[in-house]
């Protein structure tokens, strides 16, 4: 049994100490906006904020957090839809299929908690998440409106 | 009703019938019979009978009900903004659905084929998307003028509300029941694309919000009451099958329920969740029989492929004048070899599907390009009727072409029906996904050329060897052995209708195009761009090589073979101007063009090559001529995403094989381009009008050569093998 702090809410979970968060969230806690893309922290897909830094939830282990450390899932990053990186998606209709983009958010999200004025160096260094429906051109776009609205 | 409504039911026909109504057009459709009303079991099936493409609620609510399948590339809007424009809707209230495979069976097939590949969403529909549209508004105008006593023709109707002669108005909800029960009309006049507003439009897509917000199901987030989740494990070889496993040695492990032998080739671990049976799967004891190719490697397939370059007989695509006189009499003759790799189409979402299975009833929720083939791979799997049998359709986390077939449908099917009654998900792992695709097909090119000496081009043999997708898919396609697909925009302008959507660019007086066909055992798909891919390259490669040889400028050179092609050297043009062709600030361009999927397309590319030998793609600027533009801003965004699916097919793209396995196993081993690498990307979209061409295929494959060409432009070398990857880019 494990206690985790998820979206701000205190969560016992019964899970052994190997599954990775991702599983936790997606099968335990029944949030599936967390995505599984390949297991092995390539894609980004999986990306959550342990404290607000991005990590790739498919090899992080659910044990690896302690209880009074917050979990935010694209599910918690705002009540409705309203952080600046959602409305900046939204603004530049980015996503085609989808199934990258919350992991997509989440690490720009964390990109900008870190750096709220991130050059496209820093976008090219730190968002390394796959998108094979290719609307990197636009995520890049996305990363700098979301800062002029926060 | 099933369990599974609550949980997705944004893909289902929500409980509205006893209110809302369907308006139909069409042929009349027989009413749904009782057994396939319970196989069907969305609401809409006891509803008014008449029905097809629109659904409007009293509260004015339209729900527009579309049977192409949204993969991210538009069609879903798309297909919802011709049908309103014709509808005259307010687009505010407008919302999709999918009415399911089983539900258009029982209908007679009333909302026509399912399949969504070649970029055909929208070309391959409008006509009868538009109709019905149209014939919505017709009825719902009749019904209100019948209504206050007038003729339908003195009323109109805009944004969903219907105003009368004399200062009457009503709204589309408060007039659709009884527009449900007029017959529809015969004679279905529709809007010049000039007068829409709705269509035509950059609007936004219906679907987004919900995908940054996490809300979207996808099928792999599929959750059903009493489920349990499954991980499969496929012969690693090709032709091998199972011979036994250990399932007691994984039974006691936390959560596994059951190990499930799945059919001849592969074996499955059921657990309560899917880690659970995957860390399972890991680690049972399994024997293969690995069968005839257990010692395929890609030298071998390389060189049964490489030995169709130089053989006699050869399937002949366009041929014109006598090329092998013109090439041998020439003063000058080019010759050059490329090739083009097995790809993965490695979608974001890895292959799944859930089903449950009962004596009388299996249901399925999947990811597919084609509910119709889904349904009937549930249907052969569950050993049930089709009409017990039905798919719910979920958004694809990506196709690209690889969701066609059901392969994945009928293993979960075969699984869930040891399970009866219990719903089982079946994803795979992404080492399934990478070692057991539908692959980009092999293929290798020899092509020569023959320059006079002015450094005009006298003739040209161009030699495909390799893998046909239809030989291995679709045997019944093949015209006397011949995959005519496998010309894919080399072929003769004016000849065959059905292949007019990917003819050559140029008129080229000694021609020949052949395909000497080798099939390796490995199984081929159709890719993003099909054959297209490698065409482009061995055609707009070589006309550049050529251009080089002749001294002369590469657009200048391609200009004069196209007088007769002027919408392919329209695009070229546009591409090379805005581009940039010809200047000089140090940066290698290419060009590369095409016709594809019924639409044109250039490409001008710029690059740089530092003198470590990194490859930095500055900008591709892209001109495509699709005839009418539905959505210009999602036109765009196909652009720039084919050239992301193509340049990390350019960049990294190969599935190579060892002791007959797959050697890449994840996106370590297969990566994909980031966005350290995506170039700026300038679409321009020129749409002459009069004809309807794809959009989310026909850029990809001139991305690749462009910049194949730009850097042979930056440094003087030309690379004529895939991928680029572990190449020495560094100047000649």
């Known amino acids: 049994m494990a206690t985790l702090k998820v979206n701000g809410e205190v969560k016992e979970v019964d899970v052994d100490d190997t599954t990775p ?44 957090v302690t209880a009074d450390q917050e979990i935010t899932t694209i599910e918690g990053l705002s009540e409705d839809g309203s952080h600046p990186v959602q409305q900046a998606w939204v603004e530049l209709d980015i996503p085609q299929c989808g199934y990258c983009q919350p992991g997509m958010i989440m690490a720009v999200a964390g990109l900008l908690n870190e750096n709220p004025d991130a050059s496209d160096e820093d976008i090219d260094q730190q968002i390394t998440n796959i998108c094979r429906c290719g609307t990197l051109a636009r995520v890049r776009k996305g990363v700098h409106l979301a800062k002029t609205k926060a | 009703m099933a369990d599974g409504y609550t949980v997705s039911r944004r893909n289902f026909i929500i409980g509205t019938s006893a209110t809302g109504l369907t308006i139909g057009l069409m042929t ?64 505010d209230k407008v919302t999709t659905e999918y009415p399911t495979p089983g539900e258009n069976l029982a209908r007679d097939r009333v909302w026509g084929d399912y399949a969504t590949g070649g970029s055909r969403g929208i070309r391959g529909s409008h006509q009868y998307v538009r109709e019905g549209g149209a014939a919505a508004r017709m009825m719902l105008i009749e019904a209100a003028a019948n209504e206050w006593g007038v003729s339908p023709a003195d ?74 989740t499954a991980s499969i494990m496929q012969c690693p070889v090709r032709g091998g099958t199972l011979e036994s496993f250990d399932a007691e040695a994984v039974m006691d492990r936390p959560g596994v329920k059951q190990v499930v032998k799945v059919d001849d080739v592969s074996v499955a671990v059921v657990a309560d969740t899917w880690w659970q049976a995957n860390e399972a799967l890991k680690v049972l004891p399994v024997v293969w029989n690995k069968g005839e190719f257990a010692d395929l490697d890609t030298a071998q397939i390389n060189e049964l492929v490489a030995s169709g370059l130089d053989a006699d007989e050869a399937f002949v695509g366009n041929v014109a004048g006598d090329a092998a006189a013109a090439i041998e009499g020439a003063e000058q003759i080019i010759e050059a070899t490329y090739n083009y790799p ?143 697909f496998a010309f894919q925009s080399l072929l003769p302008a004016g000849v065959d209708p ?126 495509t001529d699709p005839g009418i533009a539905v959505n210009p801003q999602q036109i765009e965004a196909q652009v720039e995403g084919s050239f992301v699916y193509g340049l990390s097919g350019l960049l990294y793209g190969e599935i190579t094989f060892e002791n007959g396995e797959v050697q890449e196993r994840n996106f370590d081993t297969y990566n994909s381009l980031r966005i350290a690498q995506m170039p700026e990307v300038e679409t321009i979209v020129m749409a002459s009008g009069g004809f309807w061409g794809g959009v989310g295929e026909p850029t990809i494959a001139v991305a690749a050569p462009a910049v194949l060409n730009a850097i042979h432009a930056a440094t003087g070398k030309r690379i004529r093998q895939l991928p680029i990857k572990d190449q020495d880019l560094r100047a000649a």
């Open chain 1, 21 to 64: 968060l991702l599983w936790v969230l997606r099968d335990s806690l029944g949030l599936t906006g967390t995505k599984f893309g390949c297991g092995i922290a390539q894609c980004g897909a999986c990306t959550v904020h342990v404290d607000g830094v991005p990590v790739r939830s498919c090899v992080y282990p659910a044990a690896a």
């Open chain 2, 28 to 91: 009349a459709c027989a009413p749904a019979t009782e057994e396939t009303a319970t196989a069907d079991a969305p609401a809409v099936a006891e509803a008014p009978e008449v029905n097809a493409w629109v659904h409007i609620a009293p509260d004015d609510t339209i729900t527009i009900r579309i049977a192409r399948s949204e993969m991210g590339q538009g069609t879903l809007t798309g297909l919802a903004q011709l049908v309103a424009e014709e509808l005259n809707a307010d687009w």
């Open chain 2, 155 to 228: 009323c109109t109707a805009e944004k969903s509300v219907i105003s009368g002669p004399d200062g009457q108005t009503t709204t589309y909800g408060a007039v659709s029941t009884a527009a449900a029960a007029l017959t529809p009309p015969t004679e279905i006049p529709l809007k010049d694309p000039a007068d829409w507003t709705i269509a035509g439009q950059p609007l936004m897509r219906l679907d987004t919000v919900d995908k940054v917000t996490g809300v979207q199901q996808y099928g792999a987030d599929i959750s059903l009451p009493g489920m349990l």
């Open chain 2, 342 to 484: 097995f790809q993965n189409h490695a979608t974001m979402e890895p292959m799944n599907a859930t089903a449950l299975w009962t004596e009388e009833k299996c249901e399925v929720w999947c990811p597919t390009q084609n509910g119709e083939a889904a349904l009937a791979a549930a249907s052969e799997a569950a050993e049930l009727p089709i009409t017990q049998c039905d798919v719910y359709k979920m958004l694809l986390g990506g196709g690209f072409g690889r969701r066609g077939g059901g392969d994945y449908v009928t293993q979960a099917v075969k699984i869930a029906k040891q399970m009866p009654g219990t719903p089982v998900k079946l994803l795979w792992s992404r080492e399934e996904d990478m070692q057991h695709g539908f692959y980009h097909p092999i293929t290798q090119a020899k092509v020569r050329g023959g320059l006079d000496a002015d450094g005009n081009l006298t003739g040209l043999h161009l030699r495909i060897a390799g893998q046909s997708i239809l030989a291995a898919l679709m045997p019944g396609a093949l015209r006397d052995g011949m995959d005519a």
């Open chain 2, 498 to 623: 059905q292949m007019e959507d990917h003819t050559l660019s140029y008129g080229i007086d000694n021609l020949l195009i052949d395909h000497a066909m080798r099939n390796p055992p490995v199984r081929p798909g159709f890719w993003r761009g099909v054959n297209v891919n490698q065409n482009a390259i061995y055609m707009e490669c070589f006309m550049d090589e050529l251009a080089y040889a002749a001294g002369r400028d590469p657009l200048e050179f391609r200009l004069a073979l196209m007088e007769d092609y002027p919408k392919n050297a329209a695009v070229l043009q546009t591409a090379a101007e805005a581009g940039g062709w010809g200047n000089d600030d140090g940066r290698g361009r290419g060009l590369a063009v095409c016709k594809a999927f019924g639409s044109y397309v250039a490409a001008c590319a710029e690059v740089t090559v530092d003198d470590a030998g990194v490859l930095k793609i500055h900008k591709i600027t892209a001109a």
